[in-house]
């Protein structure tokens, strides 16, 4: 009976090991963001809004795991994105400048506020809140106000860029290609299949290419 009861005991263990060896990283508060950033293949979910303001945190140059923000909001990102390159996944989670009127001015080669580029990656239920987003070189790359530049074979899903949001580029400063919530979709590699998959999504901001740019813009488009 002993033998019976301890068995039992340690295959109960076992299973709940197994149930939970694989459950995402539960992130309340931005230090814990910050040190989970830092191992960026790992699967995260938020249980609160996230405020990044003075943390010091800076974009992770790589993203291949999954971040869940169950319907939360990460603000005090400041003028950078959240992730250079995602080939990951970021799914119901909301980046919001909308507190500290973020005017962001980038130079960058691709530049967005979610990621600068994506390859083999998803966004899903993401929204983006308060951001300008200017190029401030000419012939500054891909920019868009969610993703600057895709790769590979990337889905958007149900993402939103809300009408407070604004994409503008005027003077000398332009972007090659600029679009509302992603600025250019690289096919070269794939010719002749359907590798962007963009569904139920929505640009509400402005795009804005004026003066000299409306002419030197290689594209701009809403979505």
Same mark, same amino acid.
């Given at each position: ?30 230090? *814990? ?11 995260? !979910? ?7 303001? #003075? &943390?010091?945190? /800076?974009? !992770? ?7 869940? #923000? ?10 950078? &994105?959240?992730? @250079?390159?995602?080939? #990951? ?12 009127? !973020? ?28 951001? +300008?987003?200017?190029? +401030? ?9 969610? @993703? ?8 958007? @899903?149900?993402?939103?860029? *809300? ?5 503008? &580029? /005027? ?43 409306? !002419?030197?813009? &290689? ?5």
């Amino acid at each position: 009976m002993t033998k019976n009861l301890k068995f039992l005991l340690f295959s109960s263990l076992v299973a709940l090991g197994a149930m939970t060896s694989g459950a995402a990283t539960e992130i309340a508060t931005a230090a *814990e963001f910050i040190a989970a950033m830092s191992v960026p293949d790992g699967e995260y !979910v938020l249980t609160a809004d996230i405020d990044l303001t #003075g &943390s010091g945190y /800076t974009s !992770v140059a790589l993203f291949s795991g999954s971040l869940d #923000g169950a319907g939360h909001a990460i603000t005090g990102l400041g003028s950078q &994105s959240l992730v @250079v390159k995602l080939t #990951g996944s970021i799914t119901a989670l909301t980046i919001d400048g909308t507190a500290s009127g !973020v005017n962001t001015e980038r130079a960058a080669d691709n530049a967005g506020i979610f990621c600068d580029a994506m390859e083999n990656a998803t966004l899903e239920d993401c929204s983006l809140k308060g951001y +300008t987003l200017r190029p +401030t070189a000419a012939r500054a790359g891909s920019i868009g106000l969610m @993703v600057g530049k895709g790769a590979g074979v990337c889905t958007l @899903v149900r993402c939103i860029v *809300e009408s407070g949001c604004l994409m503008e &580029s /005027t003077g000398g400063n332009i972007g090659n290609n600029m679009g509302g919530l992603i600025g250019y979709f690289d096919t070269d590699s794939q010719k002749n299949e359907v590798v962007l998959s963009i569904e139920d999504c929505t640009n509400n901001a402005a795009i804005r290419s004026v003066g000299e740019n409306a !002419v030197n813009a &290689s594209a701009t488009g809403g979505i």
